[in-house]
């Protein structure tokens, strides 16, 4: 996990660098943690399943998309960890 490198400050600072305008106010932002957009094409029946799970879960297509989605990567995080954890104490055994 990378380092939070930026400075913190009161939002009210941050107005005050903001309307002066004299100071980059990036250095003050997380921008490694925007919301980007991405598109992606399914076939109908794919729509028709996550539309039922969703509304079996009581949360929206989106949502369950995120979920599945950051269930994955996380699952492979938490695999390649293990692998490497592994990979380590076999090279440390006698």
């Not at 941050?14 to 925007?34: M, R, S």
């Not at 109908?44 to 039922?52: A, K, N, Q």
């Not at 998309?65 to 994955?72: A, D, E, G, Q, Y």
Request: with cysteine; net charge negative; aromatic share 6%.
């Amino acid at each position: 996990m990378k380092k939070n490198n930026k400075k913190n400050i009161t939002t009210q600072e941050f107005d005050e660098i903001f309307d002066e305008g004299k100071e980059d106010i990036l250095q003050y932002c997380d921008v490694e943690n925007t919301i980007k957009r991405v598109n992606v094409d399914f076939p109908s029946w794919v729509i028709e399943s996550l539309d039922e799970e969703a509304k079996r879960v009581g949360i929206t297509r989106q949502s369950i998309i995120k979920s599945w989605v950051i269930s994955i990567i996380d699952e492979k995080q938490k695999t390649a960890l293990e692998k490497k954890k592994l990979d380590l104490q076999l090279k440390l055994a006698p």
